[in-house]
């Protein structure tokens, strides 16, 4: 079965604090890709970052972070020092092999920035 | 102009009614796709299409089909709307493993 959970529902923290996100997925295929989106209030869904299963180097830009660990099938995403723009849903997705790039998407973690 | 443009932003509709919501994109990619959000569950798969020719049924299909016109349009139909398909509505394009870009979204409400 190919799945993904994201067990936090809702976070919420204060402004300029560290927050992680977690993300744990389900997958057979050896051949797969994780990305990770944001839903700002304003509701469109914007594309933070694509990762191919060969390849787990953790991937720093700007304030976000991302640590791809295979062995523990987990894709996490850190943002440093957060702002209030960071208040967001965040979707963490899976697309397995077969060629059709279908979006298998977590449940969504709603983060609230607070000043 | 937007890179997928989904029309209309918002309706509200009746029990029964047909509607159709309309995507189309100038990314030039080969792939589309019909996402619809529900609050808790994230995104889950409509149809997808590889091509014109291309139609394929994604995990809840019940009660919606697509139109590929062209290349870069492709419609969702629901035939005769229920409340239970109230819900946001994200059309997306991909090249080959790319990223998925979407749509601004369809609210749609079934009244």
């Known amino acids: 079965a190919q799945k993904v959970t994201q067990a936090q529902t809702e976070i919420s923290v204060v402004e300029k604090e560290d927050v992680t996100l977690d993300c744990v997925y389900e997958t057979r295929d050896t051949t797969y890709y994780l990305f990770w989106y944001k839903q700002p209030p304003s509701g469109e869904l914007v594309f933070l970052i694509r990762r191919n299963s060969f390849d787990e180097q953790n991937e720093i830009s700007g304030r976000y972070s991302w640590n791809f660990q295979k062995s523990t099938s987990s894709f996490n995403f850190t943002i440093t020092a957060s702002q209030v723009v960071d208040s967001a849903v965040y979707f963490c997705a899976l697309t397995p092999s077969g060629g059709y790039n279908k979006l298998i998407f977590g449940a969504g973690t709603r983060l609230a920035v607070h000043p | 102009d937007a890179d997928v443009t989904q029309t209309p932003r918002n309706r509200i509709t009746k029990t029964g009614k047909r509607i159709m919501l309309e995507c189309s994109q100038t990314k030039g990619h080969d792939r589309m796709y019909w996402y619809r959000q529900d609050p808790g569950l994230g995104l889950r798969l409509i149809y997808y299409?590889?091509?014109?020719?291309?139609?394929n049924k994604g995990e809840i299909s019940d009660g919606y089909s697509v139109s590929r016109q062209a290349q870069a349009k492709f419609s969702l139909s629901l035939e005769s709307a229920i409340p239970n398909q109230t819900a946001l509505y994200f059309c997306?394009?991909?090249?080959?493993?790319?990223?998925?870009?979407f749509g601004q979204g369809t609210r749609l409400t079934v009244v």
């Open positions: 299409s590889f091509d014109v020719k291309d139609i």
């Open positions: 997306a394009t991909s090249a080959s493993y790319g990223a998925a870009f």
